[in-house]
């Protein structure tokens, strides 16, 4: 075994498709999407940076979410670009596991920034008056830390797991990224425990911020409705809909990807889920905040004034 494992050293990513006739709509589509993502997250960043007005802490948590989208679709997607284009998309083992650390490093930092931003809704709508002292600079802080204590925690956990497997002859991973799943499908010695691993980590990683959510959403819903005011109630509501929305994209494609045993979904149809929480979440994320957002769309105009003028 030992022999067989030393001789895999690359692995190559099987891609999206095999059909020659759509390798070059879909690179053609997926750098669109791509590029939107950068153009997006970035300039979210750049906008939040810019304006003082915008320096509170539901828009600290907004500029933290594009900095892991932006990221996060930068370690999937140039790669997955290259699919479409060459012949063979050769992947280094060790690049395959630094790629999967990041890839689950993002992913999960990313589910629990959501539900710190779903904390910060909380407050700012059911305890107004304590806003200010309950989301002060420190608290900001200590939840971003603990943002990506999880991430690291458990991408070590997931990359640990996977690092350790044997893989023996076949190298073609069915993925256009290396992924837990299509990864454990070709090791000669994965085991119950691997799975386990997936699972009990994935459970965390999703399980404890859908949670939070749910009893922010919960608690916030609950307070919009003893608002006597129609458009005291229509202004609370605006206010979670983008976040709403995003999280419901990315929860529920991550949740049907990760939370079943692999046996019960064929990684064809997982690369399709994949595709929704890989590429088209960190895309849709930054236009979701900016479209819906009244701050964010006054920010842009400023912004832009200011540089017409200068």
Same mark, same amino acid.
């Given at each position: ?5 030393s ?13 020659a ?16 993502? !950068? !153009?997006?997250?970035? /300039?979210?960043?750049?906008?939040? %940076? @810019?304006?003082?007005? @915008? ?8 500029? &933290? ?23 063979? &998309?050769?992947?280094?083992h ?44 420190q ?9 990506y204590?999880? *991430?690291?925690s ?11 497997? &044997? ?6 991973? &069915? ?20 799975? $386990? ?9 999703i /399980?404890m911020p ?8 919960? @608690?916030? $819903? ?12 229509a ?7 983008s ?10 494609? %991550? ?14 149809? *997982? ?8 590429? !088209?979440?960190?895309? @849709?994320?930054?236009?979701i ?15 832009l %004034? ?5």
């Amino acid at each position: 075994m030992a022999a067989e494992n030393s001789s895999v050293t690359e692995f190559i990513l099987a891609g999206l498709t095999e059909k020659a006739g759509l390798q070059i709509p879909l690179f053609l589509l997926f750098l669109g999407f791509y590029m939107v993502t !950068v !153009v997006g997250n970035l /300039g979210l960043i750049m906008l939040i %940076g @810019l304006n003082s007005h @915008l320096h509170t802490p539901m828009y600290f948590f907004l500029f &933290n979410l594009s900095l892991i989208d932006f990221c996060y679709s930068t370690t999937i997607t140039p790669k997955m670009l290259k699919s479409f284009v060459s012949k063979q &998309n050769i992947i280094l083992h060790s690049a395959c596991m630094t790629q999967l650390f990041f890839f689950a490093f993002f992913v999960i930092s990313e589910s629990f920034i959501l539900s710190a931003m779903a904390y910060d809704r909380y407050v700012a709508i059911c305890k107004p008056l304590v806003y200010t002292v309950t989301m002060s600079p420190q608290v900001c802080l200590f939840l971003l830390l603990s943002v990506y204590v999880m *991430g690291f925690s458990g991408a070590m956990a997931h990359t640990g797991s996977i690092a350790s497997l &044997n893989f023996c002859a076949n190298n073609l991973v &069915n993925h256009f990224m290396c992924d837990i799943f299509p990864l454990l499908e070709l090791s000669c010695n994965s085991s119950y425990v691997n799975e $386990l691993v997936v699972f009990v980590v994935v459970s965390i990683g999703i /399980g404890m911020p859908i949670v939070t959510i749910f009893i922010s959403y919960a @608690l916030i $819903l609950i307070s919009i409705l003893h608002i006597p005011s129609t458009e005291g109630r229509a202004k609370a509501f605006s206010t979670c809909g983008s976040h709403i929305i995003v999280v419901s994209l990315f929860f529920g494609s %991550g949740a049907f990807m990760y939370l079943r045993p692999p046996s019960v979904l064929p990684l064809e149809q *997982g690369k399709v889920s994949s595709l929704f929480y890989t590429i !088209v979440v960190p895309m @849709l994320n930054p236009l979701i905040y900016s479209l819906r957002n009244k701050d964010v769309k006054i920010a842009l105009r400023k912004t832009l %004034g200011r540089k017409i003028f200068s």
